[in-house]
Each structure stands twice: as C-alpha cells, then as structure tokens.
C-alpha cells in the first residue's frame, strides 16, 4: 500500500501539484466573487448569499494547501483501476483528443442537423477514435441507435429532440 | 399494523398493470445497463434517469425501484463473471465469486447472489417498511440546526471511507460543493458563479453533473488507457444451486441482511463496510475456512446479502431526512427532486400514495430481479462481450442524449463535457467521485437548513447547538482526527473483526488499484498496524 500506483511511479512525477494549483485557484476565485456579491437587499438574514462559499473556498484553499505539502512528500493520488484499463502507459491524448472532437461536434450540430445526424456522427466518431475500423458496420449500428433513439424519445416518452434536416422524412 | 396498511396501499398503486410494466422495464434495463462492464449502479441510474422523464412521478419512480435493484445485481454479474468491481460495494463479491467462476461454478456464485439479494432485499425492505415511519415521525421534530449538523456528518463520513486518503476525499467535496453553488442563491436572489452566462442561472442540473462524472469521466478515462486485447469472460450456464449449496448460503444471506440494513440506515458509510464486515464474519463462522480464497460461496452469499440489504437501509435516511449516504441513493434523490418533490421526515405525510408506492414497489422489483435474472443470466454473460469501442462510444452516446432531453440545451452538452474532463482528473489522481456527487446534491440543502436555522436564532451561532448537534459534531470531530485519535486508544482496543475488515479492504483495494490513494498521512498508519 505504500508505493505508488504502478507504472507511475516518475512518471506522474509531480503533476499532482497542478491539481493541488487548481484547488486553490477555485478556491480563490469563489471566495473573490463571494466577496464580490452586492449588498443584499431582500434578505438581511444573518447569513448572507456570500457567506457558504466563503466557507467553500476557503475549504478549497486549505485543501489545497495540505495536498501541495502531501505531494512534496512523496504522497500520490492513485490513478483508478478497472476492468478494461491498463495503467501501465501514458494517457492516451490522441485518442481523447478525438473523442471530445466527436462531442464537440455532436454539441454544435445537434440543432441544425438535428438529433438523427449528429447523433450518428458522436457514435461513428467515437467508435472510430476508439480504435474500430469497420467504417460500413459503425455507420450503420450509428444510425440504427441515432434515429431509434429519436423515436424512442419523440413518440415513446414524449420528449422532444431535433429533428433538424432530416424534417419530414421521420 | 398501520404500516402494513398502508404498505397494502402501497402494493395496490404499484401493481396496476402499467406501473407493473415499467417496474419489469426498469429491473430489465437496470441489468442490461449494469451489468456492462465499466458502468456502476450509480452509473446506471444516472443514464437511465431521463427515460423517466416524460412519466407520471409515481410510474417514474417506480420504474427507478426496478432500475435500482437491477443496476445493483447487474454490477455483482459483472463482478463475478470478470473480476471486476463496478463499485466498491461489489469489491468483495469479486473475491470469492470470480474463484468460484474460474473453477467452473459461475452458475453457483450467480444463483447464490441471486437468492441471496432476494432474500436480504425482502427482509430489509420489510423493515424499511416498518422502521422509516417511525423515524420520520422523530424526525419531524429535529430542527433546521440538527438537520444541518448530520449533513455535515454525511459530507465528512462520504469523505473518510477506509481505505482512501481524506484529504482527496475533502477535495472532491470541495469540488461538488462549488459546482452546486453555481446558479442563482434561492434565498437572495443574487447570482452566484454565473459569471453572468445566463444559462448557468438556473444552476448545473444534477443529470448533467452525474452523468459528466460518472459516464463521460468513466469513458475518457478508460479511453485514455484502453486495454487492446481481449477480455476473457467465463461463459455460464443457466444459475443453480445444489441442497449442499442451500444450506451452505441460508445462514449467510440472513447474517448479511443483519449487517447490512443497520449500517445503510446511519447516514455515514455505504455499502463497503459491512460487506466487508459480512465477508470476514463468513470466514471465521465458516466450517470450510479453507475455501476462502478459492471460491467459497458464503464468501458471495453474505457479502451480496448484505449489500442489497444495505442499499435497502439507505432509504431510510434518503426517505426521512432527505440525506443520501451512496452515489446510488444520491443520483435517486436527484431523480426525486427533479419531479419537485422534496425528501424529508414530512413526506410520508404529504405524499403517502408516493412513498407507499415507491416501498411497494421494491418489493415487486426484487421479486422481477428473481424471476428475470436467473434465466437470464447466459445472456448478460454475453452482453460483457461487447466490443470495448461500441461500449465506450455508446455510452458517449447515450450520455449526450440524456444530458440534451433534460433541458433541450447544446449548452448543457459542452457542461458535460467539461464535467467529463473534471470527471477524468479526478479519476487520474485519485480523488473519489463519491463525495463530489454528494456536495453537488447535498450542498444546497445544507446551506438552506444552515440559513434557516440562523435566522430561527435571529443570528445567534449558539441557535446551531443543540444536544443532539453537540453528539453529531463530537462524532465528526472524532471521524476527521481519527489518525490523532487512534494514537491515544489502547491497542487492543479495536475489536479484531473489525481490524480484520480493515485489512481486507485494503488488500482488496490493493489488488483492483480501485480509486484510493497513498498520502503521507496513511504512511503513518501502515507502520502503525505492521508494528
């Protein structure tokens, strides 16, 4: 239990510490724009809208602060485990990278192309980040789950999704 | 028995035809979902939540019941069959199940986790049935100040679970505290990190929160580290237990439902303790001590029992006081919520037909869980062969479109994937998901009791003490300095099943390299215990 997770060990060096920044930084910029509201003037309750996340950030900071000094001393966060991950090599950004391409696109298509479109796009575009290459059958299990999706949710449960340009054919 | 009355009642709601519809629905689809490696119960919910929307609440809820078990038996498949906790709840059940697996008695182990969460699931939902009136009636006199003084308990009790550093703990509450500060403050009216985006006014809905977490963080994650070979599952045939098997079980999954309803009732812990607990109880009652760690089935048997009867025990403080202690019941409160109705000691008054429902309900959904899953089972077998690129990319996939439905906002969807990359740092450094979760849902809540509290005692900090907030704040005093605390205990003091639960978790948290960390604090206490 006392050594690092494996394949991290100089690895991960001290990158921790950036999280550790990123704790404090938020607590900060809470406990700043805390400090920021304006004056109440419909509730002159005790405890006012600022004064939890002055609490918060404040907690942030602290935790922050004692999380730096952890890392100094050679304290690791554990990277999580399971059943389809290897720790063994860096973080794969490539893939990642185009993943959130793959959501990205899904979030700026999905009202001009509608659900349908670019929900196909999100799934092909994902399975193929993923490392599958059978273009034809990804194509067609997108579409399948993009446009079953949008009957399940329209006509099924009621809840309304964009049809976008596909209007008139489903 | 008034309880039992309105339980009738409860059973009449439930069993309408399209109630009984989406109860089987839910139980299917909680397997299905749950059972995919990867996706936890908590996960499943969460996903699983906007298919309830367009719903009656109380159809809605009741499917959830069955989505809830089933995501809960789903995950312990999966345990099983891969060796593979999906959460730490279902850590133990992978010991001794996936043994049991390997030397060719899947069927066994399944069947045996099967009965066993039939069994603790009735038995503790019974009790759930019998005991949470009565709380609710004590706790409609606690005060705003009491209420906010066991919040504080569940926020620092999520955060010190054994076996993972509370300092990282602490820091994924911090994080979900601020997200759920984000929006406009009820009480004032003043926007809060809004940063003047209008869409953030109305606050970060939890569905995006939890779906962001769990399933877009789970998915970058593992996508980030993908393992290129294939899986090896073990097939199964269709569950079945032998006489010997039987007799070998009753005994554990009574013991376990024992354990498991009291620690899920105390708004401090979860599933991980007494499962733990159950298992290391199986192993010293046990007449074939030397089948541990080779598969031995009260290994599965306790350790499942106590588990579902546990998570039924959890309800009791979610329906009560409104105070979730697992991911599971927290993404449940969230659900609750959406439908504007607020948990607490007042809702069995003011929502009978609801609750009753809701209880009646999850008597029906472990009964599906029973009559589906065994003939099931060689199928969820299969559904673990999924290929990893459809699986991953699915749950992008069904995420966004979850995340969208809920408010019809491309908005929402670049929140969620900024939630996901939240999600992804938390899980590449070790800090628990659990807390985060906790202190988005939990947060608001806490604040309004703290709020209205104060403003009962025009003001005055004294109006936060009362003797029963003196009790809960000493315990938390207690929970945060334990490692201080520890040094002035006597040796002997702690009770050896205990230390020896202790030590499993550990070992077990070892070996699956499940989120836990290493700090400088729990060097100490290493030294401590060789010594």
Known sequence: ?170 | MDALNELMGGFATALTPTNLFYVLLGVLLGTAIGVLPGIGPAMTVALLLPLTRGLEVETALIMFAGIYYGGMYGGSTTSILLNTPGESASVVTAIEGNKMARSGRAAQALATAAIGSFVAGTIATLLLALVAPTVADLAVEVSPADTFAIMVLAFIAVTSVLGSSRLRGLAALGLGLTIGLIGIDPTSGQQRLTFGIPELADGIDVVVVAVGLFAVGEALWTAAHLRRRPIDVIPVGNPRMSRQDFRRSWKPWLRGTAIGFPFGAVPAGGAEIPTFLSYVSEKRLSKHPEEFGEGAIEGVAGPEATNNASAAGGLVPLLTLGIPVTATAAVMLAAIQSYGIEPGPRLFETEPVLVWGLIASLFIGNTALLVLNLPLAPVWARLLRIPRSYLYAGILFFSSLGAYAANASPFDLLLLLAIGALGFMMRRYGLPILPAIIGVILGPFAEEELRQALQISNGQLSGLVTPLTVIVYVIVALVLLWPLVRRFLPRKAAVPVLADAVHEIEEAHHHHGLTDSVSVERHADDGDRTS
Do not use: C, K
């Open chain 1, 1 to 170: 239990m006392s050594s690092a997770a494996p394949g991290s060990t100089e690895e991960q060096g001290r990158s921790e510490l950036g999280v550790a920044l990123f704790l404090g930084a938020l607590g900060v910029l809470v406990i700043v724009q805390a400090l920021l509201l304006p004056e109440s003037r419909i509730a002159r309750g005790p405890v006012g809208p600022a004064a939890v996340p002055v609490v918060v950030g404040s907690l942030l900071v602290v935790v922050a602060g004692f999380l730096a000094v952890d890392v100094w001393r050679g304290g690791r966060g554990e990277p999580e485990g399971g059943e389809d991950i290897e720790l063994t090599g860096r973080s794969d950004w490539r893939t990642i990278a185009m993943l959130a391409a793959a959501f990205i696109a899904n979030a700026l298509l999905i009202e001009p192309l509608g659900w349908p479109v670019s929900g196909a796009i999100l799934f092909w575009g994902s399975a193929f980040a993923l490392g599958s290459r059978h273009y034809v059958r990804d194509a067609a299990i997108a579409v399948v789950l993009s446009v079953g999706s949008w009957y399940l949710f329209v006509l099924g449960l009621g809840i309304s999704l964009p049809v976008g340009i596909l209007r008139g054919i489903l």
